[in-house]
């Protein structure tokens, strides 16, 4: 019994153990294209440490804000590793989140990391829901200047601005790579588009229905 109880007590250490980005093996590891530079690190090419500058640490497209004129009215400016090199193998991530007047940044999950929002403008109804096990329970909260949500990773999580003026939040995810799946985007939308009999049963709705929604053009806001 003990011998058993050891070793599910291991497993779950090792099953959580690997459930983020790998320890970096060196102070840090500048994400290049050039293959021919170094090694690969957590999926990218590092540059020679010794070649490293101030502006491979540095990143400036937070200064503007974001496009919020389409569909959604938000515009998310992210800051992963694909935009901003200097952050491979350092496990963190940074997201601008911009908000027209009831502009929404829909219901998406990171499959990667979980995400901690902190609104510096505005007033946001923010919530997750959880997982099956949980009962699919919803949890939400509205949100003003200076407060803080953390959203768990893999969960289904959404912000919508709930003000008449424009909002602006931040968003800090434990991955250099958090990854990316809007919901809608991802079921209605993808390509090539899944069966209509899947969609059909999965929703209990009828075909007339999943044709309209896969006939739509949904909208990426990143």
């Known amino acids: 019994m003990k011998f058993l109880l050891t070793f599910v007590l ?3 250490a090792s099953s ?27 999926g990218k090419f590092c540059k020679d440490p010794k070649l490293a500058v101030a502006d491979d640490f540095s990143f400036t497209k937070f200064r503007y804000p974001g496009n919020t004129s389409n569909p959604l009215g938000s515009k998310v400016t992210t800051a992963f590793v694909d935009q901003f090199p200097g952050l491979n193998t350092l496990g963190i991530a940074m997201a601008r989140l911009d908000f027209a007047p ?21 007033t946001l109804y923010v919530g997750f829901v959880t997982s099956n096990q949980l009962n699919n329970t919803l949890l939400t909260k509205v949100l003003t200047k200076g407060d803080v949500f953390v959203f768990p990773q893999g969960l289904i999580h959404f912000q919508l601005n709930i003000g008449q003026a424009n909002a602006l939040a931040f968003a ?41 929604l896969q006939a739509q053009n949904w909208f990426d806001n990143h």
């Open 172 to 212: 800090f995810l434990s991955s250099q790579n958090p990854g990316l799946i809007t919901i809608a985007n991802s079921v209605f939308g993808s390509k090539p588009l899944i069966n209509v009999d899947v969609l059909t049963k999965a929703f209990q709705v009828d075909n007339k229905l999943i044709n309209h």
């Open 102 to 122: 009831y502009g929404l940044n829909p219901p998406h999950i990171h499959p990667r990391g979980t995400e901690m929002l902190v609104v510096m403008e505005g």
């Open 10 to 12: 291991l497993a779950l």
């Open 16 to 42: 959580h153990a690997f459930a983020s980005d790998p320890s970096p093996l060196q102070d840090f590891c500048v994400a290049i294209n050039d293959s021919n530079s170094a090694v690969l690190v957590n």
